[in-house]
Structure formats: C-alpha cells, structure tokens
C-alpha cells in the first residue's frame, strides 16, 4: 500500500517523482530485475585487446540490458595494458543508467568495500598535472578482483574484471560469480586453448571465439542429436555433446 508521499498528487515535486517510478520500471524488457543472458569475456595473453577492450567500453555506456558483457577475466601478463587501454578509452555513460537504483546501490557498495575500479576521472582545476583524480559522478565502473555476486542478485550496471595464472584459476574465477552465465567469448591465437575451455565449463551453452555478439543457435536436445560441423560465410560453427550438454560454437575463418 502506497503512503501518501508516495502518491504523485501529494509529492512535493511531482515530476521527480514520476522520474524515479520511471527509473525504477527501466528498461521495460526487465533486465534490470534479473540477469538476462549475461556474458563472460576471457582474455588470453596472446589475444586480441583492443577488440575486447572496445567491446567492454562499448556495453558500458548502457550497462543494464539483455546480452551484455558482465565479467571480464584476463590472463596475467597483459592485467596491466588492459587496465591502462580501459582507463583510457572509457566513454560516458547514459545519463538513465547514471541514476539507476541499481547503479547508485552498487556504487554505495563499492565505496564502503573500498574496491580498486576503473573508471573515468574528475580533477581540480589547479591539479595541471592530473595527479589527483576522483572518480567522475556517473562514470561506467569496471570493478577490479570482486565478483558480481558481491553487489547482490540484481544487474548491477558495472562490469568485473578478474586475473587468472592458469586454468585452474580461470575455472575458479568463472565460478566465483555465481552467474548463469548465457554465453562465453574466448579471446586467444590458439583455438586448441578455445576449445579445452569448453570441455571444462559444462554449464555454458553459447561459445563464441576472437568474436563477439555472433548468431548461435540454441542448442535443443533431440533423441537423434549428431554433432555437427558448418561453414557460413566468414564463420564456422560447431555443435557438440559435452558434459552432458549441448554447446554451440562459432569463430571466424582466419
């Protein structure tokens, strides 16, 4: 039951009012309820960055919807030139998503946590040499070593960003964010790398490798399923049995 301030006729600033009931219902599609096919990024040292650095800075002017980037995991050696290629290319942010409950939530926990973010700066106007930021009111978060489940169950309009040493550990970090994650993108020069991924996360249907956002198709069980192999275009796609699971799988032809 609505009190009386919460009826637009008795607050004090109606329109503000029917702006938060809007923000609280966007986007209509829901994704701001629930995950809806959220998507894992794995970048190896010998991958493309500035293919997955794009596609990250490009999910996160609108961080809340449907198929959008939420972990990032990447390989040790290259950590710091992919921190630094964000850092600098980060664009901001839709001016909806800025005052989103659930990015202003994250954001309060995110600072009582004190996590190290990637971010875009704000600086005072005698600091010439910009060497006393602060993160810019609004600005797209990249949330370094965290993972999502941290900031609750709800989309959280920020992306995490994690750094594995090996398999083992890569197979620990995808777990750690406890999301059903729809699709996997796989980022590395030796598909043999791509594919020993995929026998090894049996939980995820979609892979996609050295691309990104690539039509798949949903992968339905039938009593005379056969593995099949098929060239379309530019891309080739693949479909297995593995781990008790149908998978998808499409890369480009080199």
């Known amino acids: 039951m609505k009190t009386d301030m919460e009826k637009p006729e008795n607050s004090p600033d109606i ?6 009931r809007h923000e609280y219902r966007y986007p ?4 701001h309820k629930k995950w809806i096919k959220p998507h894992i990024m794995v970048l190896y040292a010998n991958g ?18 449907t198929g959008l980037v939420a972990t990032l995991l990447v390989e040790e050696p290259i950590r710091e030139e992919v921190i630094k290629k964000l850092r600098a290319s980060l664009k901001p942010m839709d001016e909806r998503v800025q005052r989103h409950p659930n990015y ?33 009111e609004g600005s797209p978060i990249i949330v370094l070593d965290f993972p999502q489940y941290y900031f609750g169950a709800k989309p959280t309009a ?30 590395s020069s030796k598909l043999a790398q791509c594919f020993d991924l995929v026998t090894r ?11 990104r956002k690539l039509p798949l198709p ?8 056969v593995p099949g192999v098929k060239l379309n275009g530019a891309f080739h796609y693949e479909t297995h049995f593995v781990g008790g699971k149908i998978k998808s799988i499409g890369f480009p032809i080199e």
């Open 48 to 65: 493309n960055i500035n293919a997955v650095t794009q596609a990250i800075v490009n999910d996160l002017v609108h961080p809340i919807g």
């Open 15 to 20: 329109f503000a009012h029917l702006l938060k």
């Open 158 to 187: 920020v992306i995490t960003m994690s750094t594995f040493r090996n398999f083992i550990e890569l197979i620990r970090l995808y777990k750690r964010e406890r999301l059903d994650f729809h699709s996997v993108s796989v980022w």
């Open 28 to 31: 209509e599609d829901g994704s």
């Open 218 to 225: 949903e992968p339905v069980w039938t009593a005379n399923f």
């Open 104 to 136: 202003l939530k994250t954001v309060k926990l995110i600072d009582r946590m004190n996590c190290s973010t990637i971010h875009l700066e704000d600086y005072d106007e005698l600091d010439t040499a910009k060497s006393n930021g602060r993160r810019k």
């Open 201 to 211: 996360i049996p939980q995820t249907p979609h892979w996609m490798f050295n691309c």
